[in-house]
């Protein structure tokens, strides 16, 4: 058993609000376990200057912590971005441009905004899978007014956290669990179990191709309860 009770292979409560805030084309708040984070999608009627006149749109993302997501305060980035900032703002337009038919999109960009209200574990996944979901609202929320063809929204994308902590494999990991592991992987995935990126690390040493393998497999279980629950937060849409 783990510390939180789960078995190895069992995600944590997964609950998404979607349409949580008034004002943006599309939001949702996902909350997996004690991780909390407050997507938004904003649609802007332009696209960046080295896309202008190409005939199609943009999808980026934006990632940040509140101070007090955290045990302890995290400053705030207010002298620029970190490193590890960077990297998740890239992933997430990285995978969230997956889900969108950028030329159907036209000179519009969408922005994803990723704030964490509260860490503990997963945050750039979940980011991820609740920035589906706002970004899924705004796009359907363009079809319905006629200004997007229905196949805009191209394929529905997740992701989840997986490591190796004591030589077992773990699927969804807290924080603790991150802290402590001897391998960690995320993994983005679309519905029909395709992957759009892979990001694996041995912590505390090297890992086999069968580990590998094994936390591929425990990270396509997890994604499969993930699109359920974003296709159920969607419904109404």
């Known amino acids: 058993m783990r510390f939180d009770g789960r078995e190895y292979d069992e995600m944590r409560p997964v609950k998404i609000t979607p349409g949580y805030l008034d004002y943006p084309e599309g939001s949702a708040l996902i909350e997996v376990g004690e991780t909390r984070v407050i997507c938004t999608a904003s649609v802007e009627e332009r696209v960046p200057r080295w896309l202008k006149e ?3 749109g943009w999808v980026t993302g934006e990632y940040a912590m509140l101070p007090r997501s955290t045990r302890q305060r995290t400053p705030r980035e207010t002298r620029g971005l970190g490193g590890r900032t960077l990297e998740i ?14 030329r ?20 750039r996944t979940a980011a991820i899978t609740g920035g589906y979901v706002a ?18 929204l191209r394929r529905q994308v997740a992701a989840i956290s997986v490591g190796v ?7 969804d990991l807290t924080y603790e669990e991150d802290y402590q592991a001897q391998v960690d992987f ?32 425990l990270a396509q279980k997890g994604i499969e309860e993930l699109l359920v629950a974003q296709k159920e937060a969607l419904k109404g849409y």
């Open 135 to 152: 970004l899924a609202i705004a796009l359907r929320r363009l079809i319905k007014g006629g200004l997007l063809p229905p196949s805009v």
């Open 54 to 56: 190409q005939a199609q």
């Open 89 to 102: 703002r890239r992933l997430i337009g990285r995978a969230l441009r997956v889900a969108v038919d950028l």
């Open 104 to 123: 159907l999109l036209g000179e519009r960009t969408v922005i994803i905004d990723c704030d964490v209200l509260q860490a503990d574990g997963g945050t």
């Open 165 to 171: 902590l004591q030589d077992e494999p773990l699927l």
């Open 186 to 217: 995320n993994v983005v995935m679309t519905a029909e179990g395709e992957y759009v990126e892979v990001q694996g690390t041995g912590e505390g040493g090297p890992f086999s191709r069968q580990m590998m393998e094994r936390l591929l497999e």
